[in-house]
């Protein structure tokens, strides 16, 4: 089975891509950092921005609410059917290749295609595409997976128990290559899991300046009482002061699940 394949199979047959940022506290969690840090950089609606990667379209109908004007492209079927569901404007396309014109958006969001490419080559591949099609000056906001993730992941939930994720564990740490011969859709699927460094030199290698990473859920999935604290406003908002604070402390930004790499199209 190719990589494509393997990333088909998972989100057509495995696992519910829709509900994932809001089923848990850990996915609201990633759902509201990364709003927050989107909207630093977003200009102001209505622009054209670029969801390359975008999935069932979160994201996408969110930045629609807001005012902006939005595309989403995505490699899996289903997730245009669920975005187009949920009104985005939607097409099935690859982060390599745009179908999209030189200069013609004012933001351009990559959160998905980079840790699912794992050559760099392609990755860098991917952040030239977006570049091409991004106006000068528009900011670029690329995730990343934590190398360390199914690391703590495997701690907290007891996957490392299990012989088969302990293995593949060794050689993710090692390699930043994820594969998962299992059935198990919690192992995910083929990806690359990047150093918090390994994610900003690519974004500068392909053509970003002012580049800058932070952790997004940063360390607030060791928190036991996660689901119960996003529930919680005081608690929520006493969380999110802590994130922002340690946001892009370079020591630990390894323990954050995601990364999210901000850049700007030069000129
Ligand atoms: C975990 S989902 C994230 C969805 C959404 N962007 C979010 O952050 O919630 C990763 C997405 O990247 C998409 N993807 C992976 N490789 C891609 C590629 N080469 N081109 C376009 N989309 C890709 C997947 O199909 C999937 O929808």
């Known amino acids: 089975?190719?990589?494509?394949?393997?990333?088909?199979?998972?989100?057509?047959?495995?696992?519910?891509?829709?509900?994932?940022?809001?089923?848990?506290?850990?996915?609201?969690?990633?759902?509201?950092?990364?709003?927050?840090?989107?909207?630093?950089?977003?200009?102001?609606?209505?622009?054209?921005?670029?969801?390359?990667?975008?999935?069932?379209?979160?994201?996408?109908?969110?930045?629609?609410?807001?005012?902006?004007?939005?595309?989403?492209?995505?490699?899996?079927?289903?997730?245009?059917?669920?975005?187009?569901?949920?009104?985005?404007?939607?097409?099935?396309?690859?982060?390599?290749?745009l179908p999209v014109p030189d200069n013609t958006r004012d933001a351009v969001l990559l959160l998905g295609p980079l840790y699912h490419l794992q050559e760099r080559d392609d990755r860098l591949q991917a952040l030239r595409e977006a570049i091409r099609v991004a106006k000068p000056g528009a900011p670029l906001f690329a995730a990343a997976i934590s190398r360390f993730a199914p690391a703590i992941d495997g701690l907290d939930s007891g996957f490392l128990d299990d012989p088969t994720f302990a293995g593949l564990l060794e050689s993710v740490i090692a390699t930043g290559r994820q594969h998962n011969p299992t059935e198990n859709p919690d192992y995910f699927t083929t990806s690359y899991l990047h150093l918090p460094d390994e994610l900003g030199n690519e974004m500068r290698d392909a053509g970003l300046v002012d580049v800058e990473v932070l952790a997004v859920e940063g360390i607030g999935w060791v928190a036991s009482d996660l689901d119960e604290r996003m529930a919680r406003e005081d608690d929520q908002r006493k969380l999110l002061e802590l994130l922002e604070q340690l946001e892009t402390e370079p020591s630990i930004l390894g323990a954050s699940p995601h990364l999210l790499g901000i850049g700007f199209v030069p000129g």
Do not use: F
């Open 1 to 97: 089975m190719t990589s494509e394949e393997d990333i088909l199979l998972h989100y057509e047959d495995r696992w519910d891509e829709d509900v994932r940022l809001s089923s848990s506290g850990l996915g609201q969690l990633e759902l509201i950092r990364t709003q927050l840090l989107l909207r630093r950089h977003l200009p102001q609606p209505p622009a054209l921005v670029l969801d390359v990667g975008g999935g069932p379209g979160v994201y996408a109908y969110w930045l629609d609410a807001a005012g902006y004007e939005v595309d989403l492209i995505d490699i899996v079927p289903r997730h245009i059917r669920q975005a187009t569901e949920r009104g985005v404007r939607a097409a099935l396309a690859d982060a390599r290749q």
